[in-house]
């Protein structure tokens, strides 16, 4: 299994406190990918990396950023949680354009 | 943007049958990749399949690019092969887009 870890694996958070999630790989691939999955929606991609401090944006960007300061480290951030950001969080790394690997999730409830 | 789409949305069969899952895209495509989604909630990586047709074991996918579909086949169905299939196809600005997935329950 590629080596990805997510954290925290679990949160429960209030409306409009900052939220931070981690990805973390020990692969050294370049590519790493922040996704959140809800019912009804499949996997949506909301930022992605192409490298140390090169980001871009995915589909369902509004409300988070990310940072890249470390080849290994993704981070995700909620600048103001809400509910509609409920969701299970995943983290993906490839080493082009190619095959993913996920880690292991992080499930987010904001009350 | 492209429109990715899987069918059927669900399944059931008896264990040791076959099955066909469908993937259609809209336009075309850089990479395809298919995906297993466990009942404890992991993905796992099946196949990367922009064309062509590959092989592991008791599944197998098939990519026709110029046609915008990829199908994946799964012989002799077994309990552990239960969860939701996700195709996913990467645009060419280099977008992901997930299908919403078929999921599959084999009973014992």
């Known amino acids: 299994d590629a080596g990805i870890t997510q954290s925290p694996r679990h949160k429960v958070t209030e409306t409009g406190t900052p939220v931070t999630l981690r990805c973390h790989q020990t692969?050294?691939?370049?590519?790493m990918y922040w996704y959140r999955q809800d019912p009804g929606h499949g996997l949506r991609l909301i930022h992605y990396?192409?490298?140390?401090?090169?980001?871009d944006k995915g589909e369902v960007s509004d409300g988070y950023s990310v940072s890249r300061s470390k080849t290994e480290d993704f981070l995700l951030t909620l600048e103001s949680a809400t509910s509609s950001q409920t969701s299970v969080y995943f983290c993906?790394?490839?080493?082009?354009?190619?095959?993913?690997?996920f880690g292991p999730g992080t499930r987010l409830l904001v009350l | 943007g492209i429109q990715v789409e899987q069918s059927p949305p669900d399944l059931i069969l008896q264990e040791g049958a076959n099955s066909t899952l469908r993937c259609n895209f809209s336009?075309?495509?850089?990479?395809l990749q298919w995906f297993h989604q466990n009942p404890w909630g992991q993905l796992i990586n099946l196949f990367y399949?922009?064309?062509g047709t590959k092989q592991n074991g008791r599944l197998s996918a098939t990519t026709v690019a110029t046609e915008r579909y990829s199908l994946l086949y799964i012989s002799s169905s077994q309990t552990t092969d239960s969860g939701v299939y996700f195709c996913?196809?990467?645009?060419?600005?280099?977008?992901?887009?997930f299908g919403k997935g078929t999921r599959l329950h084999i009973l014992p």
């Open positions: 399949i922009p064309s």
């Open positions: 993906a790394i490839s080493e082009s354009r190619g095959t993913q690997y």
């Open positions: 692969e050294n691939h370049r590519y």
């Open positions: 336009d075309s495509v850089n990479n």
């Open positions: 990396s192409y490298g140390v401090k090169d980001t």
């Open positions: 996913a196809a990467m645009n060419r600005d280099d977008k992901i887009i």
